[in-house]
């Protein structure tokens, strides 16, 4: 079975501009979850949707937004895009709200 | 507020050398403790999760505990192949997302 995807892997993108990520569950999970990780940190958690609505956020600015498909794939999106946005993107997968699974991520560069 | 601490914040290892990483955390109900292995640029990769004070869970080299304050994954006889950075998160009951520690950088040197 595949795992988690997610696209694009790698972007570039300069300042003001906005972004689209794009990421694919486990098949069979209907919760994806957003996380940035900053070089150096631990992941911290952006949001959470399970069947289409958002069940949590994390504290991050309006700037930041998601949505989940009917098929459960999802989009993170990021406006404005400042400096301190470059980071890696993960997108993880559950059934339920316990263990959640890991995508590769996608690294943001802003330049 | 939920927190993860994660010590030693590196840690250099000779091959078959073993160690602990410790993973202190307070959270205001515990629904599980969750550890990760990640390789640099990759995604974390889930290895265990403990629920309640007490559990221990192994895998292969790997053997972590879980008491109510703090988490312990213990290496035995660690090969290169292990060297990677060990996360620890939280999550608690009243939430949705887990907690992450910044992690230990673990080297294993042959």
């Known amino acids: 079975d595949a795992g988690v995807t997610q696209s694009p892997t790698h972007l570039i993108k300069t300042r003001g501009q906005h972004v689209t990520l794009r990421c694919s569950p486990i098949s069979g999970h209907k919760s994806v979850s957003w996380y940035q990780q900053v070089l150096g940190q631990g992941p911290q958690f952006i949001f959470q949707?399970?069947?289409?609505?958002?069940?949590g956020r994390g504290n991050f600015p309006d700037r930041f937004s998601a949505r989940q498909f009917p098929n459960y794939s999802s989009e993170l999106n990021v406006n404005a895009l400042l400096l301190g946005d470059s980071a890696l993107y993960l997108c993880?997968?559950?059934?339920?709200?316990?263990?959640?699974?890991f995508g590769p991520g996608t690294r943001l560069t802003v330049l | 507020e939920d927190q993860v601490t994660q010590s030693p914040e590196a840690l250099r290892l000779q091959e078959g050398e073993s160690s602990s990483l410790n993973c202190s955390y307070t959270v205001s109900g515990l629904r599980g403790l969750f550890w990760y292995r990640q390789d640099p640029g990759k995604g974390p990769e889930f290895l265990f999760t403990?629920?309640?004070a007490g559990e221990e869970k192994e895998k292969e080299r790997l053997k972590a505990t879980l008491t109510k304050k703090e988490s312990f994954l213990h290496i035995t006889a660690p090969k290169p192949e292990d060297s990677a950075t060990y996360l620890c998160a939280v999550q608690a009951f009243n939430n949705n997302d887990m907690r992450f520690g910044a992690g230990t950088r673990l080297t294993v040197k042959p």
């Open positions: 403990l629920y309640s």
């Open positions: 993880a997968s559950s059934l339920g709200s316990v263990e959640q699974f």
């Open positions: 949707y399970y069947e289409k609505e958002e069940r």
